[in-house]
């Protein structure tokens, strides 16, 4: 089987292939064999995702409920590896060191709710830990770089930060085979675009631009126009090139939803599709991400359901013109 793949992916492609090993058995923890701590791990761990991703909480409500705690564990993992970097306090570096050692440990302390159900997930779904690394490592690139030259840059940063949380979410949902993690590569850069495409202007106040450099200057646009703030005819016509190049990944994603488990094609189809609506907000406001963050409302989530659950029940991927897995 093979799947449409742009020159930008294939490193990222390496580094998803590479890190695909299952973990070798572990035996249950003392914090996880205490039946009483890892439910209430749970219970944290769902209330931190509704807290934090009304849309994530949503989508993975599609999903049975063993698989359902455990994509909000790993939810809750990746919130707090973000929190730490964006939140700072004192020495940043030392305390993400930290959360890594204590958030892969197979013995977390037992007042650390979200590292007991996240160490409980992995141990369970046998999530392979070289993701979770690469999650962390791409995350803590914050801390050292905050401008990206090229869209393939930025989509290296993606596969760190975003691409890295679907191939950990496959192995809860459950997939066929391996050709599945094109898909989920491609789907991961997709979702992180469309944060930073809705995020610029929180971006900029942090003092960080994810927009790709040499794409800003073909369109005749320098820095100081997004410390301006304002919708002009070139940061129009930036942002419907941008927002087409992520549908397109989108759409190039989608028939990889046939390769997952029956059980999680619904919810993650879910998470696909009402993160793509948001570009549907973003031009419904005139590309204006200044003034205001662009969202998609309960009642368009909801409204949306039945025609997920249709494509996502009919997705599956065609052989295209590309790279091969076996």
């Not at 455990?70 to 993992?77: D, G, K, M, N, S």
């Not at 094109?182 to 991961?188: M, Q, R, T, W």
């Not at 759409?251 to 570009?279: C, D, N, Q, S």
Request: with cysteine.
């Amino acid at each position: 089987m093979t799947v449409l793949t742009h020159q930008w992916e294939y490193s990222l492609l390496h580094l998803a292939l590479n890190g695909h090993h299952p973990p070798t058995e572990h035996h249950a923890a003392d914090a996880l064999a205490e039946p009483h701590l890892v439910q209430s791990a749970y219970a944290y761990c769902e209330e931190l995702t509704y807290q934090h991703s009304r849309s994530f909480y949503l989508s993975s409500r599609l999903l049975p409920e063993d698989k359902r705690r455990a994509v909000r564990a790993l939810y809750a993992f990746c919130r707090v590896t973000d929190d730490v970097v964006d939140r700072p306090q004192g020495d940043v570096r030392a305390a993400l060191e930290e959360w890594r050692e204590r958030s892969l440990s197979h013995n977390p302390p037992q007042n650390d709710p979200v590292a007991i159900a996240w160490a409980d997930a992995r141990i369970r779904y046998r999530i392979p830990q070289h993701y979770a690394e690469q999650l962390l490592t791409g995350v803590a690139r914050d801390l050292s770089q905050n401008r990206y030259e090229t869209f393939d840059e930025l989509a290296a940063y993606s596969y760190g930060v975003a691409s890295t949380v679907g191939l950990m979410s496959m192995h809860i949902t459950g997939f066929s085979d391996r050709a599945a993690i094109p898909y989920a590569v491609k789907l991961g850069v997709a979702l992180q675009i469309t944060n930073i495409l809705r995020d610029v202007a929180e971006d900029w106040r942090n003092g960080r631009l994810y927009l790709p450099l040499n794409e800003l200057r073909e369109f005749g646009l320098e820095e100081s126009d997004l410390a301006a703030g304002q919708v002009t005819a070139r940061w129009r016509e930036f942002m419907r090139f941008q927002i087409a190049r992520n549908r397109e990944l989108y759409a190039e994603a989608w028939p990889g939803i046939g390769l997952l488990h029956p059980e999680g094609r619904v919810a993650i189809g879910a998470a696909a599709e009402l993160y793509r609506a948001i570009l549907n907000d973003i031009e419904a406001h005139d590309y204006d991400v200044f003034n205001r963050r662009a969202y998609v409302g309960s009642w368009g989530k909801i409204s949306r359901l039945p025609m997920i659950w249709w494509r996502s029940r009919r997705a599956y991927p065609k052989s295209l013109n590309t790279i091969p897995l076996s």
